[in-house]
C-alpha cells in the first residue's frame, strides 16, 4: 500500500456537471441524460450542442448549430498541403496530432492569457468540425488520391463515411458511426481529459489543449485500445485459439485489449450498444467469427478475473465490419472526443485553478557536492 494515489486513482481533481460516471452501477449520463437515452433519441451533433451548452438545443438551435458545424469543414490551404507531404505510412493519430497543433498557428482566435469564452466556443466549434477532415483527407492522401471538397448536406457522421469512401453511406451506417460518436463523446476526468484541462488550465491556448489531448488517448491502454482489439483477434485467428491465447495472457501478466476499466467495477455502459451494433453487422457482413471469439474472451476475463469489457472492446468490431481501416479507430474515437474534450476546457476556463499535485521525493536523501566534469 502506497503513500500516495499512484495513477491518481481514487482523487478528485476538479468539479465538472458535463459527465457523471457512475463506477460501481455501470451507467453514464450527460448533463443528466442517460447515454442510453440520448442513443435512442438524438445525434451526435445534438449531444455536441449540449456538452456545448449545457442543455439540448430546439428545432432551430440544433440547426443553425448544423449549419455552424458544416461551414466550418474547410482546412486552411497550408494543413492540406501539409497532410498531402507526408509518407504513407504515417501513423494518422501522428497525423491528426501535428495537424491539430498546425491549426492553430492558422487561427488567430487562438490566444493564451485571460480567456475570451466567445471566441473560445468558437474555436471549439471549429475543432469538432474540422477534426474528422484531418482524418479523412490524410487516408485519401496517403493512398494518392485526390481530396474531394467538403460538403455541407451531410452529418457529421455521414460526411466521414463519405469523404473515406467516396460515396455517401446508407442511413443505417451512418447512424451507426453517429451512436458510436455520442457514446464516446465525453467521459469525466478520463486521462486524454485530463491532459487537455492541465494544459487549458495554465491559460495556454484550445489547440494546445487539443494535442495534448489527442496524444494522450493515442495510448494503448487508453483511446488506442480499440485498434489494440482488432490486432489481438486477427493474432488469435481463430474460435479454437482463443481459450489458449487468454490463458498465455493471464499466466504471463499480458493485458487483453478492451478489457478492464480503472473506473467501472461492472460492464461498462457504453460495451452493450456496441456489442448489439457488432453483432447486427457481422450477421449481415455473414462474418460472426469476430464477435465470437470477442465474446469468449469477455466470458473468460468475467469469470477468471471479474474484469469486463469496455468501450474500446466492442467498438473495434463495428468499426472494422464498417470497412474501417484499423488505424483510423482511434482517429474515430478522438473525432467524438472533440466534442467533450472541448466542451470541457470551455467548462474548466470559467472558474480555472492551475493544476499542479506533488511527487514524493524518492531520490538521495543527502545531498553531494558535484565533482567537476574533468575529474569524473
Ligand atoms: C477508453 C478507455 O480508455 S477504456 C480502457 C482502454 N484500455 C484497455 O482496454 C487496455 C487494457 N486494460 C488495462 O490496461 C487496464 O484495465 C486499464 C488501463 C484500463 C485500467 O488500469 P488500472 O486501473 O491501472 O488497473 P491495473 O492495470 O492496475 O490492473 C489491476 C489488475 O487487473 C489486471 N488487469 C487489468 N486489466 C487487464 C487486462 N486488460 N488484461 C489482463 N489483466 C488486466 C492487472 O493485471 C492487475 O492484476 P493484478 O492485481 O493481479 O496485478
Ligand atoms: O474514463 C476512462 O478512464 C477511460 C474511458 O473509458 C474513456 O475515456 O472513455
Same mark, same amino acid.
Given at each position: 500500500? *502506497?503513500?500516495? %494515489? #499512484?495513477?491518481?486513482?481514487? !482523487?478528485?481533481?476538479?468539479?465538472? /456537471?458535463?459527465?457523471?460516471? &457512475?463506477?460501481? $452501477?455501470?451507467?453514464?449520463?450527460?448533463?443528466?441524460?442517460?447515454?442510453?437515452?440520448?442513443?435512442?433519441?438524438?445525434?451526435?451533433?445534438?449531444?455536441?450542442?449540449?456538452?456545448?451548452?449545457?442543455?439540448?438545443?430546439?428545432?432551430?438551435?440544433?440547426?443553425?448549430?448544423?449549419?455552424?458545424?458544416?461551414?466550418?469543414?474547410?482546412?486552411?490551404?497550408?494543413?492540406?498541403?501539409?497532410?498531402?507531404?507526408?509518407?504513407?505510412?504515417?501513423?494518422?493519430?501522428?497525423?491528426?496530432?501535428?495537424?491539430?497543433?498546425?491549426?492553430?498557428?492558422?487561427?488567430?482566435?487562438?490566444?493564451?492569457?485571460?480567456?475570451?469564452?466567445?471566441?473560445?466556443?468558437?474555436?471549439?466549434? *471549429?475543432?469538432? %468540425? #474540422?477534426?474528422?477532415?484531418? !482524418?479523412?483527407?490524410?487516408?485519401? /492522401?496517403?493512398?494518392?488520391? &485526390?481530396?474531394? $471538397?467538403?460538403?455541407?448536406?451531410?452529418?457529421?457522421?455521414?460526411?466521414?463515411?463519405?469523404?473515406?469512401?467516396?460515396?455517401?453511406?446508407?442511413?443505417?451506417?451512418?447512424?451507426?458511426?453517429?451512436?458510436?460518436?455520442?457514446?464516446?463523446?465525453?467521459?469525466?476526468?478520463?486521462?486524454?481529459?485530463?491532459?487537455?484541462?492541465?494544459?487549458?488550465?495554465?491559460?495556454?491556448?484550445?489547440?494546445?489543449?487539443?494535442?495534448?489531448?489527442?496524444?494522450?488517448?493515442?495510448?494503448?491502454?487508453?483511446?488506442?485500445?480499440?485498434?489494440?482489439?482488432?490486432?489481438?483477434?486477427?493474432?488469435?485467428?481463430?474460435?479454437?485459439?482463443?481459450?489458449?491465447?487468454?490463458?498465455?495472457?493471464?499466466?504471463?501478466? #499480458?493485458?487483453?485489449?478492451?478489457?478492464?476499466?480503472?473506473?467501472?467495477?461492472?460492464?461498462?455502459?457504453?460495451?452493450?450498444?456496441?456489442?448489439?451494433?457488432?453483432?447486427?453487422?457481422?450477421?449481415?457482413?455473414?462474418?460472426?467469427?469476430?464477435?465470437?471469439?470477442?465474446?469468449?474472451?469477455?466470458?473468460?476475463?468475467?469469470?477468471?478475473?471479474?474484469?469486463?469489457?469496455?468501450?474500446?472492446?466492442?467498438?473495434?468490431?463495428?468499426?472494422?465490419?464498417?470497412?474501417?481501416?484499423?488505424?483510423?479507430?482511434?482517429?474515430?474515437?478522438?473525432?467524438?472526443?472533440?466534442?467533450?474534450?472541448?466542451?470541457?476546457?470551455?467548462?474548466?476556463?470559467?472558474?480555472?485553478?492551475?493544476?499542479?499535485?506533488?511527487?514524493?521525493?524518492?531520490?538521495?536523501?543527502?545531498?553531494?557536492?558535484?565533482?567537476?566534469?574533468?575529474?569524473?
Amino acid at each position: 500500500m *502506497s503513500d500516495y %494515489a #499512484k495513477g491518481l486513482e481514487g !482523487v478528485v481533481a476538479n468539479e465538472s /456537471a458535463l459527465s457523471k460516471v &457512475e463506477g460501481l $452501477a455501470g451507467k453514464l449520463s450527460y448533463l443528466g441524460f442517460s447515454i442510453d437515452d440520448l442513443v435512442e433519441n438524438c445525434s451526435f451533433e445534438e449531444v455536441t450542442f449540449l456538452l456545448h451548452n449545457n442543455r439540448l438545443p430546439n428545432v432551430a438551435e440544433l440547426a443553425a448549430f448544423e449549419t455552424k458545424l458544416r461551414n466550418d469543414r474547410e482546412l486552411p490551404e497550408q494543413v492540406i498541403t501539409f497532410l498531402k507531404s507526408l509518407p504513407a505510412d504515417a501513423t494518422p493519430m501522428d497525423v491528426l496530432r501535428t495537424a491539430v497543433s498546425m491549426l492553430g498557428i492558422f487561427d488567430s482566435r487562438a490566444k493564451i492569457g485571460e480567456p475570451d469564452h466567445a471566441l473560445n466556443r468558437e474555436v471549439a466549434l *471549429s475543432l469538432v %468540425a #474540422k477534426t474528422p477532415v484531418i !482524418v479523412a483527407y490524410y487516408h485519401l /492522401a496517403r493512398q494518392g488520391k &485526390e481530396l474531394p $471538397a467538403v460538403r455541407t448536406d451531410l452529418s457529421e457522421a455521414a460526411h466521414f463515411l463519405y469523404l473515406i469512401n467516396g460515396e455517401v453511406p446508407s442511413e443505417a451506417e451512418a447512424r451507426t458511426l453517429d451512436v458510436a460518436y455520442i457514446i464516446h463523446a465525453d467521459h469525466g476526468m478520463n486521462a486524454s481529459t485530463f491532459s487537455a484541462r492541465v494544459t487549458i488550465a495554465t491559460l495556454s491556448d484550445i489547440y494546445s489543449a487539443m494535442t495534448s489531448a489527442i496524444g494522450t488517448l493515442k495510448g494503448p491502454l487508453h483511446g488506442g485500445a480499440n485498434e489494440g482489439v482488432i490486432k489481438m483477434l486477427k493474432e488469435i485467428g481463430s474460435e479454437d485459439a482463443v481459450d489458449a491465447f487468454v490463458e498465455d495472457c493471464l499466466v504471463n501478466k #499480458k493485458k487483453i485489449m478492451g478489457i478492464g476499466h480503472r473506473v467501472y467495477k461492472v460492464l461498462d455502459p457504453r460495451a452493450p450498444h456496441l456489442q448489439k451494433m457488432a453483432i447486427k453487422l457481422t450477421d449481415e457482413l455473414g462474418e460472426s467469427k469476430w464477435i465470437n471469439m470477442s465474446e469468449r474472451i469477455a466470458t473468460i476475463m468475467r469469470e477468471r478475473k471479474g474484469l469486463n469489457a469496455n468501450v474500446d472492446f466492442y467498438s473495434a468490431t463495428v468499426y472494422y465490419s464498417l470497412g474501417i481501416p484499423t488505424d483510423l479507430f482511434t482517429p474515430i474515437f478522438a473525432i467524438a472526443r472533440m466534442s467533450g474534450w472541448t466542451a470541457q476546457v470551455l467548462e474548466q476556463l470559467q472558474d480555472s485553478r492551475l493544476y499542479r499535485p506533488l511527487t514524493k521525493y524518492v531520490g538521495p536523501a543527502t545531498l553531494s557536492p558535484v565533482t567537476p566534469i574533468s575529474e569524473r
